[in-house]
């Protein structure tokens, strides 16, 4: 079964600063990786995916993430934080074979300081 | 907005007993996930939908039961409620069941049992 951990529930950064959110995935078969944002008192939406094409993957927003399957890993970053960006973000992982739908980390809130 | 509505937004009800969640899904999509979003567990999947059948069922209380009709909206029943069942309940929509398919969330139906 697969599974994600997401290093560090709480996250702060300077506005200006580099984002990078922790995510590592278990997977017997090659993973479907995805990162999704969550405002508050809003539902979930998919910043990015990786489904096997080029290892980085650009999103919305300026974010984008890199599939290192040597590390089993894939951070979220971007070069510079915005005060917008502040949110919770979801790691999520699905298998590339049969129908195993998403599971997500627990997440991890983004501050971002003025 | 992601197509995705759900009602109620907000549902307090006492302990024993039964609630109704309602999900209409993004126009043209057949697939419907419910999720549970406590801060102790996180995001769980509960059961997944595809064109009114059950395509997978995670971690979803014997208590708690769904269906998904033929105008492809679904229902999330909770029953015998206890205090521990207070979560933020989550409908999610793709078209089809693929893994690597983005699911589109809705906001959310915040449950309290008192």
């Known amino acids: 079964a697969q599974s994600v951990t997401q290093l560090g529930s709480h996250v702060s950064v300077s506005e200006g600063a580099l984002v990078l959110l922790r995510c590592n995935y278990s997977?017997?078969?090659?993973?479907?990786l995805f990162w999704y944002v969550q405002y508050p008192n809003q539902g979930l939406q998919l910043l990015l995916k990786?489904?096997?094409?080029?290892?980085l993957v650009k999103g919305i927003n300026g974010f984008e993430a890199e599939f290192k399957k040597s590390e089993t890993s894939f951070h979220l970053t971007k070069p510079s934080a915005h005060m917008s960006d502040a949110a919770e973000y979801f790691c999520a992982v699905s298998e590339s074979t049969g129908n195993t739908p998403l599971v997500f980390g627990k997440g991890t809130r983004l501050s971002v300081i003025a | 907005d992601s197509g995705v509505t759900q009602t109620p937004k907000h549902l307090i009800t006492a302990t024993g007993q039964r609630v109704t969640l309602r999900c209409s899904p993004r126009?043209?999509?057949?697939?419907v996930y419910w999720y549970q979003q406590s801060l102790d567990q996180g995001l769980q999947f509960l059961i997944q939908y595809y064109n009114g059948e059950e395509r997978a069922k995670g971690n979803i209380l014997e208590r708690f039961s769904a269906q998904q009709f033929p105008d492809l909206h679904s229902e999330l029943n909770l029953s015998s409620l206890e205090l521990g069942d207070s979560a933020l309940y989550f409908c999610?929509?793709?078209?089809?069941?693929?893994?690597?398919?983005?699911?589109?969330f809705g906001q959310g139906t915040r449950l309290t049992v008192v």
């Open positions: 126009s043209g999509d057949l697939s």
């Open positions: 999610a929509s793709s078209v089809a069941y693929r893994p690597d398919t983005e699911a589109f």
């Open positions: 990786y489904t096997s094409a080029a290892t």
């Open positions: 997977s017997s078969v090659p993973p479907y």
